[in-house]
């Protein structure tokens, strides 16, 4: 199966913004706390809550590069569905995910306390799947594994920050990923198997900024 190199697209968004013209701020640096909801279509998962904390450098005049750590956790829906089975019980798998990512961001400063912004990145994610155990229609058992590869992100974003004081900021931001996955939904019991392809969820986070 093909791997994806992690660290290619951070290294072209960092030459990207390293090559903008030469910036003239007071804040080059700050750090940032996170609550992310991502929204997907249900195979595998609806919603993917999580949380994480991000830091950005500014390297040009309102351009800065951004990298964060993010855990997402998720219930993988009705994992049987996916070889053929049918359950007595709707049973999902839990499953987590942690994510390194870094991206460009381009900010817009209003009047005011206010800027709005939008960031362009990549993340890789290693993906912690859960089993889902139970009994078919049929009356049998089914014992479900998932694999799964380390997954590539692609991400977009966009959104506004308040700023009440000098250091300290509130932002909210939509957000439109592309998940590369590749699952491989095994039954011990009867040896079925099904897979999972990529998917495009839809999300929000809220985050909580200080600057420095």
Not at 34 to 56: W, Y
């Amino acid at each position: 199966m093909h791997k994806h190199n992690p660290l290619l697209p951070i290294v072209l968004l960092s030459l990207t913004a390293l090559s903008l013209p030469a910036a003239s701020q007071d804040h080059r640096f700050d750090v940032e706390a996170r609550v992310l909801v991502l929204l997907g279509n249900g195979e595998p998962a609806n919603d993917m809550p999580g949380f994480g904390l991000a830091g950005h450098w500014q390297v040009r005049e309102n351009w800065y590069v951004g990298a964060a750590v993010d855990q997402v956790s998720f219930d993988f829906e009705r994992p049987y569905e996916i070889i053929g089975l049918t359950s007595t019980e709707e049973i999902d798998a839990g499953n987590e995910f942690t994510r390194v990512s870094a991206w460009v961001e381009r900010r817009y400063p209003l009047s005011g306390p206010w800027h709005w912004f939008w960031t362009a990145g990549a993340g890789w994610a290693s993906l912690d799947a859960g089993d889902a155990r139970g009994f078919t229609t049929s009356g049998s058992a089914y014992d479900i594994v998932t694999e799964a590869d380390d997954e590539l992100h692609l991400m977009l974003s966009a959104g506004a920050r308040w700023r009440p004081t000098r250091n300290l900021a509130v932002g909210l931001a939509a957000h439109l990923e592309r998940h590369e996955v590749s699952y491989v939904v095994t039954d011990r019991v009867s040896g079925a198997t099904g897979k999972v392809g990529s998917q495009t969820p839809l999300g929000f986070s809220v985050g909580v900024q200080w600057s420095f």
